[in-house]
């Protein structure tokens, strides 16, 4: 079992920058490819970022256009988003999620093992 955990989320003004954490806890957090989703007002969920259990590869949502970096924490049990240039189209709430594969974290539908609980972001214009 792996718990996660997201924090990092708040109130942000458009251009600006916010970064999240997403902390594991539980089985060995390095054995999980990460990733991060998020879910707008009234939107489905979508895929935001993933990155790879030894963190040689990233994947990124179309939408993202340069603006988030995603990466693991040098403990290895936190991963994070970093997220530049928000707009008020970046307001959702961002969920962590995990999976033994990056594969299975970007493919559509995803495949997820386990999600955090999610922290909000919004963007104010």
């Known amino acids: 079992q792996v718990q996660l955990v997201e924090s990092g989320g708040g109130l942000v003004q458009a251009g600006g920058s916010l970064k999240l954490a997403c902390t594991g806890s539980g089985r060995s957090f390095s054995a999980y490819a990460m990733g991060w989703f998020r879910q707008g007002p009234g939107k489905e969920r979508e895929f935001v970022a993933a990155?790879?259990?030894?963190?040689?590869?990233?994947a990124y949502g179309d939408f993202v256009r340069g603006r988030f970096t995603i990466s693991r924490g040098i403990a290895e049990n936190t991963v994070y988003l970093q997220m530049n240039g928000l707009n008020a189209g970046d307001t959702a709430v961002y969920y962590c999620?995990?999976?033994?594969?990056?594969?299975?974290?970007?493919?559509?539908?995803?495949?997820?093992?386990?999600w955090g609980q999610g922290t909000q972001v919004t963007v104010s214009s």
């Open positions: 990155i790879s259990r030894n963190s040689d590869t990233t």
């Open positions: 999620a995990a999976n033994t594969r990056i594969s299975s974290l970007h493919n559509s539908p995803p495949s997820i093992a386990y």
